[in-house]
T-cell receptor, first 116, second 112 residues
Framework: GAGVSQSPSNKVTEKGKDVELRCDPI?????LYWYRQRLGQGLEFLIYFQGNSAPDKSGLPSDRFSAERTGESVSTLTIQRTQQEDSAVYLCASSLSPAGGGTEAFFGQGTRLTVV | GNSVTQMEGPVTLSEEAFLTINCTYTATGYPSLFWYVQYPGEGLQLLLK?????DKGSNKGFEATYRKETTSFHLEKGSVQVSDSAVYFC???????????FGSGTQLTVLP
């Protein structure tokens, strides 16, 4: 597609339920990132995928959070047993190679998750 | 570790006013610096970047200069427009890290 696509755009879930968020990166982009943006705060890094290498999971806040990506395609972020503090906008980004230097990261519009 | 400190918002200006949004950073090594912009209802977009000291990034009338001596990357525009109303994020990437580190964002509103 033309850009990074995320679905759903909005999700309301009950506390304790599991949710799955999806990200379709730009075709050909080897690097994929997930970030979380809480209200009034900056973007918090969650996880990074680069090709077939082991992902960098250093930003995942707890073992309730997990993410998968097969090759250079779609990624899913799963939050188990959701808590109210998980309410945030979850942003996905992709880049041709690891971001930095001259490489630009392209962001999706995000999934707004509300846990009630 | 890496961190970015950004000017607190929100900022409200009249059209054609001068804009400065301050950004300072802490990083290991020699970071690349970025400004991203998020227009209402849209995803983050790269506005400009600078990859080494004294570089000036510029785009759409916005400018920012990489100042290593003051560890700053302040965003400026000489004459803002209503269409510049958005949230602006300062960010960096440094060392072996492959993820961007972001500031908290500054909401800019430009009034006609």
């Amino acid at each position: 597609g033309a850009g990074v696509s995320q679905s759903p755009s909005n999700k309301v879930t009950e506390k304790g339920k599991d949710v799955e968020l999806r990200c379709d990166p730009i075709s050909g982009h080897t690097a994929l990132y997930w970030y979380r943006q809480r209200l009034g705060q900056g973007l918090e890094f969650l996880i990074y995928f680069q090709g077939n290498s082991a992902p960098d999971k250093s930003g995942l806040p707890s073992d309730r959070f997990s993410a998968e990506r097969t090759g250079e395609s779609v990624s899913t972020l799963t939050i188990q047993r959701t808590q109210q503090e998980d309410s945030a906008v979850y942003l996905c980004a992709s880049s041709l190679s690891p971001a930095g230097g001259g490489t630009e990261a392209f962001f999706g519009q995000g999934t707004r998750l509300t846990v009630v | 570790g890496n961190s970015v400190t950004q000017m607190e918002g929100p900022v409200t200006l009249s059209e054609e006013a001068f804009l400065t949004i301050n950004c300072t950073y802490t990083a290991t090594g020699y970071p690349s610096l970025f400004w991203y912009v998020q227009y209402p209802g849209e995803g983050l977009q790269l506005l400009l970047k600078a990859t080494k000291a004294d570089d000036k990034g510029s785009n759409k009338g916005f400018e920012a200069t990489y100042r290593k001596e003051t560890t700053s990357f302040h965003l400026e525009k000489g004459s803002v427009q209503v269409s510049d109303s958005a949230v602006y994020f300062c960010a960096l990437i440094s060392g072996s890290a492959r993820q961007l580190t972001f500031g908290s964002g500054t909401q800019l509103t430009v009034l006609p």
